[in-house]
């Protein structure tokens, strides 16, 4: 079994807080990860009508019936319990009694911050980080194969291929999570809708124009996208607009959790096909950001991560700011490292009123200390975060 990285932080706040919650994708592996936390708790899927039905009749009986170190998961199904978990929590004053999951990041994050500030520390579990699975000793050495295959657990752990798994994915997803959070009534149109975002991984959200294409207003793609975003779909990386004198974009651009389900809407069935797509680039992008995001959140880091670009179409593909100092990355696909490489990273530099230590990530497999930056692999990103 592969190990989870964010096992360590969530100890360590288990032993501090009441109640953790752990919210991230379907099959993300969040039960497993609970299960592997505290393994002698008491487990409790709230998908069980039997459970909800206790839940929402009695919550007083089932809180002080379940007690004392429980796992609730999918807890999103009964929103009415998070009043009732404060009030318990704050009588009985115990550490790490509740473990709360849940896919669905809207439903889950809006009842917490209701009914749960300050009582509960929250994670965000992601699928399989690179540096997981190198650690497992199961990194192979081709950047292809992982943004084909993704990341998915049940990928890893049932060596499934990608026909076998994400077809069934997104029939669930969209049956499932998206009518359970707005009224699509064209499920269709709605995964055509999916695939559209796919085709613009790494590109400038431009709703209008996405609307155009499908036949539908602002407002729907608005509302679309909110619901990819809240369920772990896709997310939106903000342009960086600080301290600058020239005009810049402001924009945000549109990235998958999960490059291995953006590779599939995308058509991309083998690693050969990466060779003439035209998303190669965008996908290697977003698959290098999603490693370092991931690297941040499992150890429990929120560091601002952002892109640059000003309105000549110069850009960075991503600035990191931490506590020390802001890392400027660019990231290329290529194997081999061209002098194109650092153009834009010379140019943040004269443009930022700001030092940012500046790398570039590329798809080879050298380590090189240039004088423009520090050039590394995509299987070395622990040296950023």
């Known amino acids: ?29 969040k039960t497993t990860f609970c299960k592997m936390l505290r393994p002698e708790y008491k487990y409790l899927s709230m998908e069980l009508p039997e459970n909800q039905r206790f839940a929402r009749e009695d919550p007083h009986n089932f809180l002080q019936t379940y007690r004392g170190g429980v796992i609730l998961d999918e807890v999103q199904n009964v929103p009415e319990l998070f009043s009732y978990l404060q009030f318990y929590t704050d009588e009985r004053q115990e550490v790490g009694e509740y473990i709360l999951s849940g896919s669905q990041n809207f439903l889950l994050l809006e009842k917490i911050t209701q009914s749960l500030a300050g009582r509960i520390a929250i994670f965000h579990l992601l699928p399989f980080s690179v540096r997981e699975l190198k650690t497992a000793g199961m990194l192979g050495p081709a950047w292809e194969e992982y943004v084909l295959k993704g990341f998915y657990p049940r990928i890893y752990d049932r060596e499934l291929e990608q026909s076998e798994f994400f ?9 499932r999570d998206v009518r359970q959070s707005v009224n699509v009534e064209n499920l269709a149109l709605f995964q055509q809708f999916l695939g559209l975002c796919a085709g613009r991984t790494g590109q400038l959200v431009n709703m209008s124009q996405m609307g155009n294409e499908l036949g539908i207003d602002y407002r729907t793609v608005r509302s679309w996208l909110s619901i990819l975003q809240a369920s772990f779909i896709v997310y939106l990386l903000a342009p ?11 924009t945000p651009k549109l990235y998958f959790y999960d490059t291995g389900l953006a590779s599939w809407l995308l058509g991309i069935r083998k690693m050969s096909d990466f060779a003439v797509h035209f998303a190669r680039g965008a996908l290697f992008e977003n698959f290098v ?7 941040a959140w499992n150890q429990n880091k929120k560091p601002g991560m952002y892109f640059w670009r000003d309105s000549s179409g110069n850009e960075i593909d991503l600035l990191l700011e931490n506590d020390l100092h802001p890392e400027a990355i660019e990231i290329k696909a290529g194997k081999t490292i061209q002098p194109s490489f650092f ?16 790398w570039l990530v590329y798809g080879g497999d050298q380590y090189q200390q240039r004088q423009q930056a520090t050039v590394l692999t995509w299987r070395d990103l622990e040296m950023i975060v």
Do not use: C
């Not at 077809?167 to 049956?175: K, Q």
């Open 289 to 295: 950001i999603n490693e370092l995001l991931k690297n």
């Open 1 to 29: 079994m592969i190990a989870r990285e964010l096992l360590t932080q969530a100890d360590v706040l288990l032993g501090k807080y009441p109640l953790i919650a752990v919210t991230g994708p379907r099959q993300s592996g």
């Open 167 to 175: 077809p069934d994915y997104i029939l669930t997803y969209a049956e």
């Open 343 to 358: 153009k834009n990273l010379v140019r943040f530099q004269k443009a930022s009123y700001q030092f940012a230590r500046p």
């Open 240 to 250: 960086y607009h600080h301290n600058f004198e020239k005009r810049i974009v402001k």
